[in-house]
């Protein structure tokens, strides 16, 4: 069995606890390595390691750095068949999902932030012909990036990637449900020629490691992605350190279908948007709502497509829905499916584990894609984060109801709009409260774009220019003429 160990300083070293804590296989329920329990010392000779090598690393010049990112990007493709094997193993999710969006979006995520800085431009002000302003970005110093277990490698290198390319160190603390991506990138990042204590990664739990580095006095930077009660916590560390912090929390997002739709994209889509990575993507639209008069249709298509999807062993290539990430996970989900019950919805289809899986995958921690129907938008099945390959349908009649029962959550993260009247696809974008609105698709993601959440589902916007303004500081520098 492998034992993982932190990466510090360019080394692999045990945690200073001499612990190690299981890290489990979902689909099997097998233990499958064990990682290390790290706690505040490990943070602070991983902070100690980053600060030391910012010295030269903010010093380094842009080209330098994007050609050691780039490197690791390369590295990260040669390496692909591995990475989505270890992805897929680690974290239930399809290896063919593993293959389509996680491994490529990580190679990508390192191009793109190692060209971005090749390109990046400031501006300068005249003040009449009094003085001439003029602003330089310059990186912060040692970044702390606490990543969850939904997209780890994917979403790791989100944080690594523009943090490193716009000249700051980090110590990056991996979600301890999977770790196994993260140890293979500290590995490649080596390879890479990465200098020492530029990338520093801690593993362990939440609650010692990510405090640590919430509450660190050297991290002067947090960007986390996770829960929105984790996120309340991280923002009660920092705030009080006066620590610039980014925070990409849950999603209860609408996908809201309106009669004049293309139905069959519509379904095919939705399908994805409820079911994909299990419904474990924040963007997950898990709330559909479909205009009164196609409310039959649409939901009947639906549930044919939902019954059609081949749940079982992630490894196999033809699996569309895999194991959910833990069983205390899949309890949470089932307890929702129970809560959804006495709220009085009715479950049209799943709900249950499913029977018949493979051999191999028995134990695994499973649940059947599930629709339920009949609840209102003030049902905490309809208000709170499920995270699991559960979405309700509801029916609407004008595009005012769709749009107060898209903003009927604490939640802001996405939506999603499907109608061919391009008129009232930009009206009800202009006023659902989220983040981002796709019109007509879900997911398509170009990096340029800002990304984030409104209200409790974020602070702050990460993605393109936006993210290497968050991982710099601007500085005025006013000349008097
Ligand atoms: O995530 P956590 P959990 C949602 C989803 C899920 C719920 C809880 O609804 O059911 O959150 O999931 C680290 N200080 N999302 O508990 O705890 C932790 O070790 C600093 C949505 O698994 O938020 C991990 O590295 N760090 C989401 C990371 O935070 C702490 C993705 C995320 O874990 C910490 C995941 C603390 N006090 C869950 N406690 C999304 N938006 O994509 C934990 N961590």
Redesign the pocket.
């Known amino acids: 069995m492998k034992r993982i160990l932190n990466f510090i300083d360019g080394q692999f070293r045990p945690p200073c606890s001499g612990r190690y804590l299981p890290n489990l296989n979902p689909a099997t329920g097998q233990v499958i390595a064990e990682i290390p329990e790290s706690g505040p010392e490990d943070i602070d000779a991983a902070v100690a390691a980053a600060s030391r090598a910012f010295e030269s690393w903010r010093r380094t010049p842009a080209e330098e750095r994007s050609r050691l990112l780039i490197r690791v990007a390369e590295l990260i493709e040669e390496n692909f068949d591995e990475l989505a094997q270890l992805e897929s193993e680690d974290s239930g999710k399809p290896i063919a999902l593993a293959r389509r969006i996680d491994v490529p979006r990580a190679i990508h995520n390192f191009r793109f932030f190692a060209t971005a800085i090749l390109h990046a431009e400031t501006p300068c002000h005249m003040t009449d012909d009094r003085a001439l302003n003029y602003t330089i970005r310059q990186p912060l110093g040692v970044a702390g990036l606490?990543?969850?277990?939904?997209?780890p490698l994917y979403?790791l290198t989100w944080k690594i990637a523009p943090a490193i390319a716009a000249g700051n160190c980090c110590v990056a603390?991996?979600?301890?449900?999977t770790p196994l991506t993260a140890d293979r990138l500290a590995e490649l990042t080596l390879e890479a020629g990465i200098p020492p204590g530029v990338v520093n990664i801690v593993h362990g739990?939440?609650?010692s490691?990510?405090?640590a580095?919430?509450s660190h006095p050297n991290v002067p930077l947090i960007s986390?992605?996770?829960?929105?009660?984790?996120?309340a916590?991280?923002m009660a560390?920092a705030g009080p350190l006066f620590k610039k912090v980014s925070l990409?929390?849950?999603?209860k997002n609408p996908n809201i279908v309106f009669a004049d739709a293309d139905l069959e994209q519509a379904v095919a889509t939705s399908i994805q948007s409820s079911f994909a990575n299990q419904g474990e993507?924040?963007l997950c639209g898990s709330r559909l709502f479909i205009e009164k008069t196609i409310y039959e249709e649409f939901v009947d298509r639906f549930l044919g497509a939902t019954k059609k999807l081949r749940i079982g062993d992630p490894q196999d290539a033809s699996t569309d829905v895999g194991a959910l990430v833990s069983e205390p996970?899949l309890r949470?989900v089932e307890g929702y499916v129970e809560l959804a019950r006495e709220e009085g919805g009715t479950i049209l289809v799943g709900g249950k584990r499913p029977e018949n899986l493979p051999e191999r995958v028995q134990d695994g921690y499973f649940l059947e894609p599930t629709v339920i129907a009949g609840l209102d938008c003030q049902r905490r099945v309809m208000q709170e984060?499920?995270?699991g390959p559960v979405v309700t349908v509801t029916p609407f009649d004008s595009p005012e109801d769709a749009i107060a029962y898209a903003n009927s959550t604490r939640y802001g993260l996405s939506a999603s709009v499907w109608t061919q009247d391009l008129q009232k696809a930009h009206r009800v974008a202009a006023a659902i409260e989220t983040g981002t609105v796709w019109v007509n698709t879900w997911l398509l993601r170009d990096l340029r774009v800002p990304f984030g959440g409104m209200k409790e589902s974020g602070v702050g916007r990460e993605g393109g220019f936006e993210s290497l303004d968050f991982f710099t500081e601007a500085k005025n520098v006013c000349v008097k003429l």
């Open positions: 606490i990543s969850p277990w939904n997209l979403l603390k991996p979600s301890e449900l739990p939440g609650g490691a990510g405090r580095l919430t986390f992605t996770g829960g929105t009660k984790t996120g916590d991280v560390r990409e929390l849950g999603g993507i924040c996970h949470k984060e499920i995270f």
